[in-house]
Structures are given as structure tokens and as C-alpha cells.
């Protein structure tokens, strides 16, 4: 069973707009989430994270946003480059039950120059 | 400094043959982890070790899957009378130590297609 979902499995936005990319999941103990970024044939790389206790972080042009009773989060970008062009995983853990992350499916996002 | 290293990076077995997959994880690093990569799919957990003890095996699909880490770095992932369904991206990461809000840096996977 799919605990971390991205429902959304592509993006194209204009370069210079805002990229939206959501992400929903079901266990209520997850408290600690993460984005990756993963160019074909590389492995995942680490974008930004947010633990349960906020509800914003941002780094650059990068902004997570939690919603945790709504179990949802979303990554924005802006403005949206060429090179954010990627696919996009979100990802969750638990303290309670170890190391392991959740990912989701994964969002490929285009950015249109 | 050097990432995390998986090798091969392809790897093509036939049905019923044994592979093993490679990890050398970023020097010093506590925590590793394997996770599998079907297509289309997000990562999904299949160990984790710290240092040389293996904590958490509950994701490994069957008793045909194996890992190790004996000497608390490198790490190997063996898979024992391949099959199709086995067929996927491999992904090693660590991390520095063994707490929850740590990044993990990953690595960038062996494709294994079984025939």
C-alpha cells in the first residue's frame, strides 16, 4: 500500500512561472519529509526537507509546505528554470519505526524556455 | 569528495543466475541503505545497516535477497536464482549517522534487467 503519493505524474510550466508539486500521504507518524531531484540515469539528490514541528521551510528558490492535517505538502519553485527540469520525488519517515524513507512516485517536471 | 559509488552500473542476468551488486558508500558514513527501483516507481526500502549490523531487512522481497556490510563500508547486494520480476534500479545511499533527520546521499544505481 502506497503511503506516499504524487498523483500528478508530469509538469510542464514556462520558464519564470511558479512550479507547483504536491505530494499526499497516509500515516499519521510520519515526521520528517524530503524532496529529491533525479536526472535520468543518476541517482536521487537531496532538494529540501521539513520536519513536522513547521510548516514552511525555504531555501532559495526552493519552498516546502506542510499541511499536516490535511497530510499533504507541496515543493514550490520560483521562479521555475530549464535546468529544474527533473523528476521529482517526494519522500516521508517515521522516528518511531527506523531509517527508512517512503517515497512517492515521482513528478517529471519540464520547464518550457 | 567522492560520492557514493554502485558498480556495475548495468548488469544483464539470465534467469536463475546469481548476481551481486556493490555500494561504497561516502567515507565515514554510518548509515547505509539499498533500495529498489521499480519502473515508474519511487525507491522502496530494502535494508539498512549501521555500521556493520544490519537493523532492518524488512524490506527485502525473499529469502533469495541477501546484504551485506561486514566491514561497516562497503556493502554487497546479492541476489540469489534471478527473476524476471527482480528486474529493476538498484539504489544504494547513506548517511552520516544513524538518526531519522538525516540526508540521505544516494547513489546512481545499477539497472539489473533479468532475461
Known amino acids: 500500500d502506497q503511503q506516499v503519493k504524487q498523483n500528478s505524474p508530469s509538469l510542464s510550466v514556462q520558464e519564470g512561472r511558479i512550479s507547483i508539486l504536491n505530494c499526499d500521504y497516509t500515516n499519521s507518524m510520519f515526521d520528517y519529509f524530503l524532496w529529491y531531484k533525479k536526472y535520468p540515469a543518476e541517482g536521487p539528490t537531496f532538494l529540501i526537507s521539513i520536519s513536522s514541528i513547521k510548516d514552511k521551510n525555504e531555501d532559495g528558490r526552493f519552498t516546502v509546505f506542510l499541511n499536516k492535517s490535511a497530510k499533504h505538502l507541496s515543493l514550490h519553485i520560483v521562479p521555475s528554470q530549464p535546468g529544474d527540469s527533473a523528476v521529482y520525488f517526494c519522500a516521508a519517515s517515521a522516528s518511531n519505526t527506523g531509517n527508512q524513507f517512503y517515497f512517492g512516485t515521482g513528478t517529471s517536471l519540464t520547464v518550457i524556455p | 569528495g567522492a560520492g557514493v559509488s554502485q558498480s556495475p552500473r548495468y548488469k544483464v542476468a539470465k534467469r536463475g543466475q546469481d548476481v551481486a551488486l556493490r555500494c561504497d558508500p561516502i567515507?565515514?558514513?554510518?548509515?547505509l541503505f539499498w533500495y529498489q527501483q521499480a519502473l515508474g516507481q519511487g525507491p522502496e526500502f530494502l535494508t539498512y545497516?549501521?555500521?556493520?549490523?544490519?537493523?532492518?531487512k524488512s524490506g527485502l522481497p525473499s529469502d533469495r535477497f541477501f546484504a551485506e556490510r561486514p566491514e561497516g563500508s562497503v556493502s554487497t547486494l546479492k541476489i540469489q536464482r534471478t527473476q524476471q520480476e527482480d528486474s529493476a534500479v538498484y539504489l544504494c545511499?547513506?548517511?552520516?549517522?544513524?538518526?531519522?533527520?538525516?540526508?540521505?546521499?544516494f547513489g546512481p544505481g545499477t539497472r539489473l534487467t533479468v532475461l
Open positions: 545511499a547513506s548517511s552520516e549517522n544513524g538518526g531519522t533527520y538525516n540526508e540521505q546521499f
Open positions: 567515507s565515514g558514513h554510518v548509515s
Open positions: 545497516f549501521q555500521n556493520e549490523a544490519q537493523l532492518d
